[in-house]
């Protein structure tokens, strides 16, 4: 099944997933008061940079500023913060606060997906299947589904059954390029 505007339903389920878990990490940084976080940032700590920038983003006991929210991203994203570099990515994707880029949010997807940030690893997953941003390439979407799905995410699991269901796997093994990285390939089927 198919939306408006021609996406699969299971992207839909990613991003209403997304939204819940940064809701969750929004409640987190309230526990902490803004002057401490943003003391902490200042100060050079990656989670405390990385909550001010949720902060910022969601309006949360701070005026809603995605300029600023940009800033501490940023920062705690440069000292390899992977949540820091998927939410940089997510902006730059979106266009919030800066002009919409995909290949910024590419680059910052890929550092946190490097680092195993599964949400990271699954919209990754998402654009080599639709070939947004990057060359379509299955046996890359299913890379990275794989990573992000044996750290338990839901969604990159799903989207292992869908290319099955739909005999991806099937034209992935008919390609003698791929016959190498079968074991890679059918580890869902276990």
């Not at 701070?62 to 929210?69: I, L, S």
């Not at 919030?96 to 599964?118: L, S």
């Not at 799903?158 to 074991?183: A, V």
């Amino acid at each position: 099944m198919k939306t408006s505007w021609g996406k699969p339903v299971h992207v839909i389920a990613f991003i209403r997933t997304l939204l819940i878990v940064l809701a969750v990490a929004v409640c987190a940084v309230a526990a902490e008061d803004v002057e401490t976080v943003r003391k902490k940032a200042e100060a050079g700590d990656a989670f405390a940079q990385n909550n001010l920038g949720l902060m910022y983003y969601h309006g949360e006991d701070v005026p809603q500023d995605y300029a600023e929210a940009i800033k501490w991203y940023r920062k705690a994203a440069e000292q390899g913060y992977p949540p820091a570099q998927f939410l940089l990515g997510w902006m730059h994707a979106k266009g919030d606060g800066v002009p919409q880029d995909a290949a910024e949010a590419v680059k910052w997807w890929r550092k946190a997906a490097e680092q195993g940030h599964a949400y990271a690893q699954t919209i990754f997953g998402l654009m080599y299947y639709n070939g947004e941003g990057v060359p379509q390439d299955y046996a890359e979407a299913m890379k990275w589904y794989r990573k992000a799905a044996e750290q338990g995410h839901v969604e990159a699991q799903y989207n292992l059954g869908i290319m099955t269901d739909r005999g991806l796997l099937s034209e992935l093994l008919k390609d003698g390029r791929r016959r190498t990285n079968i074991k890679n390939l059918l580890f869902h089927l276990k």
